[in-house]
């Protein structure tokens, strides 16, 4: 099957990219532009560890069409630092011990993103209900939920 | 008190920063030329014999560059120990999810489609799948040569599905039970569950130039994993590589070689490298998951409390297979005795063969199922006699110099204070609401031992690599190398790099688990460090004419004794003339001495007209020595308690006619971020730990006694008692409405 | 994934054509939440994927004096949050809001949801208590059903080869009307409902003037809980009415055994949480 031609912008950089038009957006991300940061997990959108940002809002890349790149504005794991540094969240992460593993922290991390860009001031119960969807085996949830806080803190304090 | 720069500091995860960026690379990220996707065909059949196999149509598909079966592996086996998997069924598959046949093509679609072309013929056998069924004199044998297969820890005078027993005991059962006022006999079940580690079972495997078998590989016990293949294929180890790559959690289900030999295989035929990744259906269908057990206690007990008697009896579901156990056995069995001091017991464990899915390790492997049968039979115990729990647990719980249930004898036990720490932060015995309840469980757990190995190089920019073959998946034994490296060098933990070895460079590393990474580890890294840290101190000594054994390090720097006059490591490095590094090798497998307790009191709510519980708060209690990195201990602490809630109250993978039934994570629930209730630790210090900085384990303790907490509150909440996990509202309301009756 | 040909038309028409065109050899995707499991899963395997999110006039929330009208591409999140919605129709709302995950409700679609007819889902049931019509719309024309005609069965709708789900019609809800949306999770709170309750009532004083009672994951499809609406209409509301009525929904739900819970329990479940609806539609605080 021949691949299609997708213009897109992945991260804040416009690109064109060529898409297996059998793949989800995952595996076009994964193996058609080693951008390995978004995990596949269960593969069937229960488990978060896919999670992007695709024109503002979280999806689960694992059921979405690569060819549904055309035109949208992605946002991955890689995109989250700057050349100045880490972003709020992955800096709250490490100091939290949010993580563990590691495999759910960039589903965590987008989804977090998310939450923080529509909601810089959540309450912690918007914080677990925003962040019900993300699966994680090893943290037992609580360091995830400081860490949000805290990077929300530390974002409104003007950083 | 010694106090340490860096030991006891919450520093961050040496690994941290490739996690967050998504630079990590696990298994699955791992891309090599010419890389080929592997895909099985499974057996869609409890038990079947294999009458004809097909493959033609899948061969000649464009893009497939192999297509094996059992002929192609025939004669094959291989395990942890107990080596009865083959990597492709020959006459027989012994579960449904058993791998058929396996392709090797371009794509995952080619494949994909090749394994659609293989056409097999199966002719369905009558299956067992229940163990009460497959321990009976008349079952059929699903593995009539057992007393053949290497590894079996002792060969059976009278061949049957029951392969391996253990027992533990001591003093005289009848005397117990002679003596007894009371006697009370109950029986648990627990259910077939999974570790639901977010990465599934991933490896890659690459035959090169030179005839090495380079692995890649989700097993966090590479040189074990060296072993287990070689011995399965008949080639030297040192054929064999097994590269470090990150690891999406384990929780003991990731020892196992799972697809490893299978994918050598197709690597060998395709001549290419091979990748297979498992997707989750297959994960929750033939991975390696918790056994499922069955349990009767019977006891015996005065009427002022005290335990006379302790007999138990586990029946371990071992699926098809044995070989995903290291021990062959679950110790963790014997823990249905807990640490308490009864003079007459007996403990068997029994491992049977069933149609299927072949159980593994899974975090404590034995204990969650014996744990939560003790510890909900001596809360009946209890209130049989109308004896508070917490007095009925202190009454006869070990103390100094007393022999355990199953015979071990500690020393520095501190097993009553940490029930009693727990207790006074459950705030235990404070009034509570109607149809609440709380209830607690201990448990107990020694730090494994093992061997590893550390090397510390300095580099020339003044920052040090230490190397290591653990692997770190996720539990943090990275950050321990790291840390421990930091204090004994006097450096800041960012000086310090760990980058793992592979397989190559040293001799053997027992792998990550058992709640073995602090103990093993950090004696490694310590040893490695002083090694080290004796060569900088005699280059130091050369560049500026010091006596050696005046130095001190500190804040990067080499001081001159107790005067101000120094020099900076890193110059000390640059203009010294040699590599400076210092190596070490540790063994201890030493049975200790020493314990870690853990007590756990659990508070719900339970709904009576549904039945639903609901978890307001948990208090887990640990003996600790000395804790090396507190927000990575606090966060093992947290996520064992949550997996243990999953047992507790969510889990179980049901099975139906030994075919697993609910297949993905919309079906098997794992508890989520909104499950959670409001959990409260606290550490009971201790003196005795093991190694130079006096350390216990963690990993383990804090999942195993969850669910018997749980059911005891659920007990003292509505006095009503739930024998078997999960505990759903469904059975809490069906005991109620039998207690009512 | 198989091979297949992605469609991306931009008016209804072209989709419609499409649509007659392909026939069985294609699907339609709207959010992708379902189709892509089960392309996945090799249990769909169309030629053709037609797909919807281009297309103009399928996303609009709009209200006139005496309905709601929703485009079918409208997202769930979108209904969620909107204030149009939280304002008129806020049993739609806050039903919307405990669909899955907030990524799911990012993607998922009021009219590809409905066309799953998964009666386990949340919204049917509440579509199905709010009297809600569908408009589908096919090559040869425009037709416009009630819900409850839509579902047949499970996974099954009426819908005839070439129609497809357009909008949906939600007549608007009185000021004085009082409505919940209960969903038993009793596993964890991420979940399909072991069985859920959609309620609409308006009293006058204290009695019951209208009632309308969705029940959810209790049948082959939602289903309105008929008897116990005809057992509390025009009466005064007590104690016993209320679990007389409760009682009745057993004779209308017909659950199957699965992972949420057996049948039975189910059943039992349907009454408790049908009383517990009533007790705070109908004894709650105003």
């Known amino acids: 099957m021949a691949k299609l031609h997708v213009e897109t912008t992945i991260n804040g950089e416009s690109t064109e990219i060529l898409v297996d038009p059998q793949q989800s957006l995952l595996e076009t991300l994964r193996d058609g532009l080693m951008l390995t940061g978004a995990k596949e997990g269960c593969n069937d959108g229960n488990c978060g560890a896919c999670t992007v940002i695709m024109d503002g809002r979280t999806v689960n890349s694992c059921l979405v069409l690569g060819a549904e790149a055309q035109d949208a504005d992605i946002t991955t794991i890689e995109g989250l630092a700057t050349p100045r540094g880490l972003h709020p969240l992955q800096q709250a992460f490490l100091e939290n011990a949010a993580l563990q593993c590691g495999i759910c922290t960039p589903g965590f991390l987008i989804s977090s993103k998310s939450l923080l860009d529509s909601n810089p001031n959540p309450s912690e119960e918007e914080v677990r209900f925003w962040l019900a969807g993300n699966l994680c085996r090893c943290t037992g949830y609580d360091k995830i939920v400081r860490a949000v806080l805290d990077a929300a803190k530390e974002m409104k304090a003007g950083n | 008190m010694i106090s340490y720069n860096v030991i006891g500091q919450p520093i961050v995860r040496s690994d941290g920063f490739e996690k967050v960026t998504g630079r990590a690379q696990y298994t699955g990220d791992l891309k090599l030329p010419g890389m080929l996707w592997g895909k099985v065909l499974r057996s869609p059949f409890a038990h079947a014999r294999i009458i004809r196999v097909d493959t033609s149509r899948a061969v000649g598909l464009p893009g497939v560059h192999a297509v094996l079966t059992g002929d192609d592996t025939r004669g094959v086996r291989y395990g942890r120990r107990l080596f009865d998997v083959p990597p492709l069924a020959e006459e027989r598959v012994l579960f449904a999810g058993e791998r058929v046949a396996a392709v090797a093509a371009e794509s995952m679609e080619i494949a994909q489609n090749a394994i659609d072309l293989i056409e097999v013929e199966y002719d369905p056998l009558p299956a067992i799948a229940d163990p009460l069924e497959s321990m009976k004199g008349d079952a059929f044998l699903l593995h009539p040569d057992v007393n053949d297969y290497v590894g079996l820890p002792k060969k059976l005078e009278k061949v049957s599905n029951v392969f391996v027993t253990n027992t533990w005991g001591k003093g005289e059962l009848d005397t117990g039970f002679a003596q007894a006022d009371h006697i009370l006999e109950r029986t648990y079940t627990t259910p077939l569950v999974h570790q639901a580690y977010l990465e599934p079972h991933s490896c890659v495997v690459f035959i090169d130039e030179d005839q090495r078998i380079q692995i890649w590989a989700a097993n966090k016990a590479p040189f074990a994993l060296r072993q287990q293949l070689a011995a399965a294929i008949g080639v030297d180890e040192d054929r064999i590589r097994l590269n470090p790559t990150y690891i999406g959690g384990d929780f003991g289900g990731k020892g196992s070689p799972m697809d490893v030999p299978l994918v050598y295989f197709l690597a060998l035929h395709s001549k290419r490298p091979v990748r297979m990744v498992m997707d989750y259906v297959e994960e929750f269908t033939a991975a390696n998951p918790r056994h499922p057990s069955v349990t009767t206690v019977r006891s015996g007990v005065l009427n002022d409390g005290t335990l006379t008697a302790w007999e138990a009896r586990i029946i371990f579901n071992s699926g098809a297979y044995g070989g995903f156990k290291p021990g062959v056995n679950l110790g963790g069995a014997r823990d249905v005795a807990g640490p308490y001091k009864i003079p007459h017991t007996f403990v068997e464990a029994i491992q049977v063969y069933t149609n299927s899915v072949p159980g593994g390790h899974m975090r404590g492997p034995g204990e969650p199922q014996g744990i939560f049968a003790g510890e909900s039979h001596l809360d009946e115990i209890a209130r049989i006699l109308g004896i508070d729990p917490l007095e009925f647990r202190l009454k006869n719980l070990v103390g100094e110099g007393d022999v355990t249930a199953t015979g071990s004898l500690y020393r520095d036990v501190k097993a009553k204070e940490t029930l009693e720490a727990a207790s006074m932060a459950a705030r235990y015995g404070s009034p509570l609401a109607m149809n609440v309840g709380r209830g607690m469980a201990m448990g107990a757990r020694a730090p494994g031992g093992g061997e590893t190995h550390v090397g510390v190089i300095f580099q020339k920019d003044g920052t040090v690599v230490a190397r290591t073959p653990i692997l770190d998946q996720g539990t943090g034994t990275y950050t321990t190398v790291n840390q421990v490296v930091a204090e004994e060098l006097g450096l800041s933990s960012d000086k310090v790099q760990i980058i793992p070895w592979n397989t190559d460079a040293v001799s053997f590393d027992t792998g990550i688990g058992g709640s073995r990474g602090t103990r093993v580890a950090s004696q490694a890294a310590y040893a490695a460090a002083q090694n080290a840290k004796q060569e900088l101190l005699r280059a130091a000594s050369e560049i500026r004419g010091w006596d050696p054994s005046n130095l001190v390090l500190k804040d990067n720097k080499v001081y001159k004794g107790n005067t101000e006059d120094y020099i900076d490591f890193d110059f000390v490095v640059q203009n010294c003339g040699f590599d400076i590094q210092g190596t070490s090798g540790i063994e201890d497998r030493e049975q200790l001495t020493v314990t870690a307790f853990c007590a756990q009191i659990a508070e719900v709510a339970v709904d009576v007209e549904t039945g639903q519980i609901k978890l307001l708060r948990f208090t887990s209690a640990h003996d600790v020595g000395q804790v090396l990195n507190p927000i990575g201990h606090q966060g093992q602490i947290n996520g064992g308690v949550v997996q243990g809630i999953g047992y507790a109250l969510m889990e179980e993978l049901e099975v139906e006619d030994g075919r697993v039934s609910n297949v993905t994570f919309g079906d098997y629930k794992i508890p989520t971020m909104a499950d959670i209730p409001e959990l409260r630790t606290v550490l009971v210090q201790s003196k005795n730990g093991v190694g130079p900085y006096n350390i216990k384990g963690i990993g383990e303790n804090t999942n195993t006694a969850v669910a018997a907490a749980i059911a005891n509150a659920v007990e003292d909440a509505i006095g009503v008692r739930v024998y078997s996990l999960p505990i759903t509202a469904e059975k809490v309301l069906a005991a109620l409405r039998e207690s009512n009756v | ?286």
């Open chain 3, 1 to 286: 994934m198989h091979d297949f040909t992605v469609h991306h038309p931009q008016s209804l028409q072209e989709t419609l054509i499409l649509l007659d065109r392909f026939g069985d050899a294609a699907q339609l995707i709207a959010g992708g939440t379902a189709l892509m499991n089960f392309m996945k899963q090799s249990l769909l395997l169309p030629e053709h994927i037609i797909n919807l999110q281009r297309v103009q006039g399928l996303q609009h929330i709009q209200s006139t004096k005496d309905e709601v009208r929703i485009g079918a591409m409208v997202k769930h999140r979108e209904i969620e949050k909107s204030n149009l919605i939280q304002n008129e129709v806020p049993i739609l709302a806050s039903t919307y809001r405990r669909v899955a995950t907030i990524r799911i409700r990012n993607m998922a679609t009021i009219g590809g949801g409905l066309a799953h007819a998964d009666p386990a889902q949340d919204p049917p049931s509440t579509l199905v208590a709010l009297n809600a019509r569908i408009r589908i719309a096919s090559i040869s024309g425009e037709r416009t059903i009630s819900i409850m005609d839509l579902f047949q069965n499970y996974y099954e709708n009426s819908l005839m080869p070439g129609e497809m789900i357009t909008e949906v019609i939600i007549p608007s809800m009185h000021s004085d009307t009082k409505s919940t949306y209960l969903k038993f999770l009793p596993r964890t709170a991420d979940d399909y409902a072991t069985v859920s309750v959609s309620l609409i009532a308006t009293l006058n004083e204290n009695i019951v003037r209208d009632v309308r009672i969705g029940l959810g994951a209790v049948a082959p499809t939602p289903i309105r809980a008929t008897i116990a609406e005809e057992t509390l209409k025009g009466h005064a509301i007590s104690d016993e009415l209320i679990q007389q009525a409760s009682n009745s929904v057993a004779q209308q739900v017909d659950p199957l055994d699965d992972f949420r819970g057996s049948a039975d329990y189910k059943r039992d479940m349907a009454i408790v949480f049908t009383k517990r609806a009533l007790q705070q539609v109908l004894q709650g605080p105003s």
